[in-house]
């Protein structure tokens, strides 16, 4: 069973920066590929995506412009940068993980396609 880990959550004030690190422990079970976040009272939620080579992203319209992600294969780690950061963005932010096959070009924006996931880290943004 796949080991993923998301570190980076916090408290920033509106207009600041976050970045999140996603690792996963066993490459052979599953490979960071796109992050949720899920607010209170809120189902989860598609944030971004990124395909195997690094070289396609897709990202939910709300952060489209101010978040990045973006993967290193030697270390099986995703991030996301997150900038200008809006009170909005508050959530638990989830890292999603596929087991091979991985798809060619950027994996989808459903939560059902990925089975393994991170415990999440907190992301507070105040006014």
């Known amino acids: 069973q796949a080991q993923v880990e998301e570190a980076g959550g916090g408290l920033v004030q509106a207009g600041g920066s976050l970045s999140l690190t996603c690792s996963s422990s066993?490459?052979?079970?599953?490979?960071?590929m796109a992050w949720f976040r899920q607010a209170p009272g809120k189902e989860r939620e598609f944030v971004a995506a990124?395909?195997?080579?690094?070289?396609?992203?897709n990202y939910a319209d709300a952060v489209k412009g101010r978040f990045t992600i973006a993967r290193d294969n030697a270390k099986n780690t995703m991030y996301l940068q997150m900038n200008s950061l809006k009170p909005e963005d508050t959530a638990v932010y989830y890292c999603?993980?596929?087991?091979?096959?991985?798809?060619?070009?950027?994996?989808?924006?459903?939560?059902?396609?990925?089975?393994?996931w991170g415990q999440g880290t907190q992301v507070t943004v105040s006014s």
């Open positions: 990124v395909s195997w080579s690094g070289g396609s992203t």
């Open positions: 066993d490459t052979g079970g599953g490979y960071p």
């Open positions: 999603a993980s596929q087991k091979p096959p991985l798809p060619i070009g950027v994996p989808g924006n459903s939560v059902y396609g990925y089975p393994y």
